[in-house]
């Protein structure tokens, strides 16, 4: 599971699942729907961000004097993440209600917005995920070609991020070059934040074809070399993120709307 902060907890794909017919409405009605996951992301955050800073006594600081518990130590957990879908799916209809004025996109809306509410309840019932030491989502890395006796082609690479505990942070976005014969590619971090001790390197020949290339972490300042002749094009792909270390009740913290 990724950290809240990282990026929206679904995607287009799970908006689909849920509604097929959501990207022919957003076609003929102009709504971009990754405008809309970002979007209802931010009004998330919102409560969310209400949550940690009114009930800061449900979340003491006393596990290794870790700071006081905010959003970013938020993990991506089932309700969360379908909390996220429906007030997603409500405010694409709320806007093709208003483009239209379409009883059948305001049934849709009020539909999408009483399932968000009831995932804002199951998350309240259940508990918040939080990771003690949240290491966020990487950049893309920087590929550079660099001399070498190989074969060019087109490679995709993705970078994650350790911290002390050994746990990794979720992969960054693929990042592809077109590899010209005779060089290998050098990849390096772009920036790192400070709780980072570490990073492993996904490569392979398509961006849905991404291996573990090395067994032992790579050092922050050092980089690696991609050789394509000797690269695993097999084996461990990478992970979806951190998985909360605990999970704490959330009591009436967050308002039905």
């Avoid at 996220?84 to 917005?113: G, I, M, P, S």
């Avoid at 993705?158 to 050098?186: F, H, K, R």
């Avoid at 922050?220 to 993120?241: C, M, V």
């Amino acid at each position: 599971m990724a950290l809240f902060i990282d990026g929206p907890p679904a995607s287009i794909e799970d908006l689909t699942d849920q509604d097929s017919g959501l990207l022919d409405i957003c076609r003929t009605q102009q709504i971009d729907a990754s405008v809309k996951l970002r979007l209802a992301q931010a009004e998330i955050w919102v409560e969310l961000e209400s949550l940690f800073s009114q009930q800061r006594p449900v979340y003491p600081s006393y596990y290794y004097s870790q700071p006081q518990f905010s959003i970013r130590h938020l993990a991506i957990t089932p309700p969360l993440k379908m909390w996220h879908t429906w007030h997603t799916l409500a405010l694409v209809y709320r806007d093709a209600h208003f483009n239209q004025l379409n009883d059948r996109f305001q049934a849709k809306w009020n539909e999408y917005r009483i399932l968000g509410n009831a995932a804002k309840d199951r998350l309240r019932a259940i508990g918040v995920g939080l990771v003690l030491d949240p290491i966020v989502r990487p950049n893309s890395p920087l590929l550079t070609p660099t001399p070498a006796s190989e074969t060019g082609g087109a490679f995709y690479f993705a970078v994650v991020l350790q911290n002390e505990a050994g746990e990794q942070s979720a992969p960054s976005l693929v990042q592809s070059i077109q590899l010209a014969d005779g060089n290998a590619v050098d990849v390096t971090l772009t920036a790192v934040p400070a709780n980072a001790r570490g990073w492993l390197i996904y490569g392979g020949t398509g961006p849905d074809h991404l291996y573990l290339q090395n067994d032992v972490p790579i050092a922050l300042d050092g980089d690696w070399l991609f050789y394509p002749s000797t690269a695993i094009l097999t084996g461990q792909g990478p992970g979806t993120g951190q998985h909360p270390n605990l999970v704490r009740a959330v009591p009436r913290l967050l308002p039905r709307g």
